[in-house]
């Protein structure tokens, strides 16, 4: 797996709401998404906004961002854009994490409400551990 992609984890206010939104190459993640969706003719297509830990009990960043967090996707996925209701269950977006020294890899996008989407134009998306790491680092005191 090699590193191809910069993650920050961008900490933004919406409606007075505190949110954890993932940026890939400077680009939100919640756009990439839409982008995908309204190609494919989705709807909605883009309903999502950043995570709000106010808001769920995702657990610790350290375990979230791994896809050890504290919500109903399974084991070694991550829901890394919620509902932009604020409502992280409502119309999560998530990815299979997988994670070695070196990287850290988001597989597997999917709409859990609706697994027959296809969301592999995103591809997989592959960050350097040390930066992935730091970027979780960030918002860690957002997450306890």
Not at 108 to 136: I, N
């Amino acid at each position: 797996m090699g590193a191809s992609h910069a993650l920050e984890l961008r900490v933004v206010t919406v409606d007075d709401v505190v949110e954890v939104v993932p940026f890939v190459d400077g680009r939100s993640l919640v756009g990439l998404v839409g982008a995908v969706e309204a190609a494919h003719g989705y709807s909605p297509a883009g309903a999502y906004g950043g995570l709000v830990p106010a808001f769920f009990a995702y657990g610790a960043a350290e375990q979230q961002w791994y896809g050890l967090g504290r919500h109903p996707a399974p084991r070694g996925r991550a829901w890394v854009l919620a509902c932009d209701c604020h409502e992280a269950g409502c119309w999560p977006f998530e990815v299979t994490v997988r994670a070695d020294d070196r990287t850290v890899a988001w597989l597997e996008p999917t709409q859990p409400h609706r697994p027959e989407q296809d969301y592999s134009a995103l591809g997989p998306l592959t960050f350097d551990r040390a930066a992935y790491d730091d970027a979780v680092a960030r918002v860690a005191h957002l997450f306890r």
